[in-house]
């Protein structure tokens, strides 16, 4: 290793004003603006942003890694080399935005001096390949090691990253392995040279929240045995609490704030970080404004029972789909829905938790069980067989937030048509009335009356989800499904999501069925929680309850990785690993 | 705080905020130069087949027994005379003269004899598009007695570029009756089998992988061998339409299915039916307008073929029959070797052919990128 004759705290990449441009057909957009960081070895430096703030440009960049029409305008990004044999302090330097990005200098750099991880692992590894010669590759490229060396090398780094049997991993493809697998295998990938700069671009974002654990554990300890610097980049404040040593803040493609990250979490100086901080805050308590309005409006009488649902999906496989195979997705589920009350369903992905959303809403057909819906008028009534024409009634009361604001609304429909579909097909004939109620209900979830003729391309997530919301209060139900209704959004504006439902809630005497997969902000918003794994709820109960003492091992696993919101609450957690298959 | 956050991206122009689909896809659209010149350029094809009277310097029927194979004429714009020069355009007459040994004819330019062409001339009455009376034609010869031949003349002295432009009429509009037809087939069955699915969506999809694993010109040729030989222009115009779309439907059918399906699980098809759609309004309000622009996309893709498949079985004589003119009908007379050695300007209606379906598939191509106005592009 080379860089320890660096001085200490001396930085081995400077960015110095970094311009990146994108051409579009509406003229200059500063994807990143005038952005100047430091990585120094044996740091993790994490960049926080939402989506759009620049921060993947930006990463990108540093490898000559940015698709046309994207450019590096201006600025300098300095990669500081020691010369191994001098002993004084002198050291080389190469600035990469200077490289053309198809030039042999920058690809030896690539891999060598600076690996880079992936958000995705599915798409990220070569589906027709093995691991090992994915891994082997770029051993082969920068080193030029014999076979027999490289497959030592590999082994031994699959090792590293805590891939089991790594002997027989390394001859596997990326499909045998799951998501967390893969990550580490893009880990392994990334660091199979020893770079002295590991760039890590949301490698956590598509995980579970137990397997994110891990693998943040994994690069702290990397970082530690390497003597790395390591840029990491989040939307997620739980993620910095947990690694970082230094943080940049990005919005709209400047950094806003920059500095140590105990700094950072104790005297945030910009309002933006603010908000971040205390919406990362919010998953450690249970909403205040809830428990105050509970007093004020105490939860009511049973609205929605289900009693043993049970789903079924069918798949065929085997020669000529002979074979039918069946997947509970939903197995045995009974609970109860109060007026006024959330409820939230909190597991990982595949645990039915969507499903069983689906199903009480009767989207799914139901293949056991019963549910009971009480309407206004206090009939209750057997809804779990009716057809499409009987639950007219049921689904104007029962009504649902989607969780990908840019899939649920149509994008041929202007904001005034998607909200006031369901008014016109319950009814509401005149325009007049309609564009009244509309109005409304825009002013309601916060949004401007110009957006009644705009079309959702116009508005951000947050506002879209805003949109949804609108269309699900606007025929006055009394239950709204929302379904990771927050989970796609920046996590500043996931605590103004909240806030409004919760808003709307006092309002509107709402139920929620809230699905999540964070058990953090479950605690923060729900009365109480239905925990799933595998198609069966394991554990429900009050909300605080199940939180504080958790009887199942599941729920023990989740609460465990759920992120510390202050840096020096590191190392206060012990990691639980649910094994049960 | 709460505005800060909220707040919208500042780098990011407002002005296509209540923008429709349609106005994004023409944005997207203008961007392809290839694409928006085929657009201008097929549009003045249309005009050329409804107008086409209009724009024909004869009638297309009329022969000519002194003009057999008359070579084309240049177009002299400037008259020298003895009172000086000006603008005036006109052709140079031609004397037919006949070698005496071989008898083989041939025109001699008579720079003695000018045939002036005026603009928006007179000629004989005439219907425009069949009922409107007309007695003007863009260019037509000042003495209405003269002919002059600018794309030559065929082995009746008729003039080339008139029959080019009345074909223009049949072979445009072949391509357009036949893709509507195929289009009602295609979305009524294709859009059925992917919103219904089960038994419908197996047995419509067999039957389309059926029909497109049959060659087709022999079915073409089997079908329109069916066709009477004595039944009337119009009735053979349209018989050739449906035999051409009964194959023609089996693409669309199948884009229409794909798209149905992916767009049947879309969050917005279930929101709409959580909001107490009906299925026909879940597919004409909701499902439909997402699909528009695809299908038409591949109509713009589907008529050059039709109109490659019409000239083909014209030319094999088994398609349209004159006196009905089409280009496949005019390319069919330039079938001998007399007419490569002699008259190599029967082949313009190919030329003709060559335009038009090049142009329809640079403006389809165009569609296809601009269809999708929301997919991520910088």
């Known amino acids: 290793m080379t860089q320890q004759n660096l001085p200490a705290d001396h930085p081995i990449l400077e960015i110095k004003n970094l311009v990146t441009v994108f051409e579009t057909r509406h003229g200059i957009f500063n994807a990143v603006d005038d952005v100047s960081l430091n990585l120094v070895p044996g740091e993790t430096l994490c960049l926080v942003g939402e989506s759009g703030s620049g921060k993947s440009v930006l990463s990108r960049s540093i490898l000559q890694l940015v698709d046309r029409p994207g450019r590096i305008a201006s600025g300098e990004i300095l990669l500081h080399e020691a010369h191994p044999s001098s002993k004084t302090e002198q050291t080389r330097s190469l600035d990469l935005a200077k490289l053309e990005a198809r030039s042999g200098v920058i690809r030896n750099i690539r891999g060598r001096d600076i690996g880079m991880i992936f958000q995705e692992p599915m798409s990220s590894l070569s589906p027709v390949h093995t691991i090992g010669s994915q891994i082997t590759e770029s051993l082969v490229l920068h080193e030029g090691l014999n076979k027999k060396a490289a497959r030592d090398r590999v082994i031994e780094m699959l090792r590293r990253v805590e891939i089991p049997n790594p002997e027989k991993a390394i001859d596997q493809y990326p499909f045998e392995f799951s998501g967390g697998m893969r990550q580490r295998a893009m880990i392994a990938m990334a660091l199979i040279c020893n770079p002295k700069i590991l760039i890590a671009d949301e490698p956590t974002t598509a995980l579970d929240v137990t397997i994110q654990a891990e693998i943040l554990d994994l690069l702290n300890d990397l970082k530690k045995q390497n003597d790395m610097a390591i840029l990491f980049i989040t939307h997620d404040m739980g993620v910095v609490a947990e690694i970082a040593d230094h943080v940049a803040v990005m919005r709209h493609g400047k950094v806003i704030e920059n500095g140590n990250v105990q700094d950072v979490f104790d005297r945030p100086k910009h309002d933006y970080t603010k908000a971040l901080l205390k919406s990362a805050r919010d998953s450690q308590i249970p909403s205040p404004d809830r428990l105050a309005q509970r007093q004020v409006q105490p939860i009511g009488a049973p609205i929605l029972e289900a009693s043993n649902l049970r789903k079924e999906f069918y798949g065929k496989t085997g020669l000529l789909g002979m074979t039918q195979t069946t997947l509970v997705a939903v197995n045995d589920a009974s609970f109860t829905l109060h007026e006024g009350e959330t409820l939230g369903v909190v597991g990982e992905s595949g645990s039915g938790k969507t499903t069983l959303a689906r199903c009480i809403q009767r989207v799914h057909s139901i293949e056991a069980g019963q549910l009971h819906y009480t309407n206004r008028g206090g009939d209750r009534a057997e809804i779990s067989q009716l057809n499409d024409a009987q639950l007219q009634p049921t689904w104007r009361d029962m009504r649902t937030v989607f969780q990908d604001p840019f899939a649920s609304l149509n994008p041929r429909m202007s904001v005034s048509q998607i909200i006031g579909e369901s008014l016109l097909l319950n009814g509401m004939t005149s325009p007049v009335d309609r564009r009244k109620r509309i109005l409304e209900l825009l002013d309601l979830v916060g949004l401007p009356s110009s957006a009644l003729e705009r079309y959702p391309h116009a508005f951000s997530g947050g506002q879209r989800q805003r949109i949804s919301i609108a269309r699900a209060i606007a025929p006055n139900p009394r239950i709204i499904i929302a379904d990771e209704a927050t989970s796609a959004l920046d996590v500043s504006i996931r605590t103004q999501i909240m806030d409004l439902l919760q808003e709307l809630q006092k309002e509107l005497r709402l139920s929620y069925v809230f699905i999540s997969h964070d058990l953090g902000l479950v605690r923060y918003f729900c009365d109480r929680v239905l925990v799933m794994f595998k198609g069966d709820i394991v554990e429900s109960g009050d909300s605080e309850t199940v939180c504080t003492q958790p009887t199942h091992d599941y729920t023990r696993a989740l609460l465990s990785a759920v992120p510390i919101t202050h840096p020096d609450q590191r190392g206060s957690r012990q990691r639980f690993r649910y094994e049960n298959g | ?378």
């Open chain 2, 1 to 378: 705080m709460s505005n800060l956050v909220d707040q919208t991206d500042p780098r990011i122009p407002t002005d296509i905020a209540e923008a429709s689909q349609w106005r994004l896809m023409w944005l997207k659209f203008k961007k392809h130069k290839l694409a928006l010149i085929s657009l201008y350029l097929v549009g003045f094809l249309y005009v050329l087949a409804a107008f086409a009277e209009f724009f024909q310097p004869f009638d297309p029927e009329v022969t000519s027994r002194r003009d057999v194979f008359h070579p084309p004429q240049m177009v002299q714009f400037l008259d020298r005379t003895e009172d000086g020069t000006r603008f005036r355009p006109h052709v140079l007459g031609t004397t037919l003269s006949r070698d005496p040994e071989t008898l083989a004819t041939s025109y001699e330019r008579n720079p003695d004899e000018k045939i002036y062409i005026s603009f928006l001339g007179k000629s004989e009455p005439y219907l425009l598009a069949g009922f409107i009376p007309m007695q003007r034609r863009l260019i037509a010869p000042t003495d209405p007695d003269e002919r002059f031949y600018l794309l030559g003349g065929d082995r009746l002295g008729r003039d080339m570029l008139s029959r080019s432009i009345a074909g223009t009429r049949i072979s445009m509009s072949i391509g357009l009756v036949g893709v509507a037809m195929s289009l009602f087939l295609g979305t009524l069955i294709g859009g059925m089998a992917g919103y219904l699915g089960g038994w419908f969506d197996s047995v419509s999809t067999r039957a389309i992988e059926l029909i497109l694993s049959m060659p087709t010109i022999p079915i073409w040729l089997g079908l329109s061998a069916t066709i009477p030989a004595n039944i009337d222009p119009l009735m053979r115009y349209f018989a050739i339409t449906v035999i051409l779309s009964l194959i023609g439907w089996t693409e669309l059918a199948r884009v229409v299915r794909g798209r149905f399906l992916a767009l049947r699980t879309e969050d917005f098809v279930t929101a709409a039916r959580l909001d107490g759609a009906r299925p026909r309004r879940i597919v004409f309000r909701h499902i439909m307008p997402s699909l528009m622009s695809h299908i038409i996309a591949s109509v713009s893709l589907a008529i050059p073929a039709m109109i490659l498949a019409e000239t083909s079985l014209s030319f094999l004589g088994l398609g349209l029959l004159p006196p009905s003119i089409s280009w496949g009908v005019l390319l069919k007379e330039a079938q001998n070797i007399r007419s490569i050695a002699q008259a190599p300007w029967l082949f313009v209606p190919g030329f003709f052919v060559l335009i038009a379906v090049l142009a329809l598939n640079f403006l389809g191509d165009g569609l296809r990128d601009a269809a999708d106005p929301y997919a991520q592009d910088q």
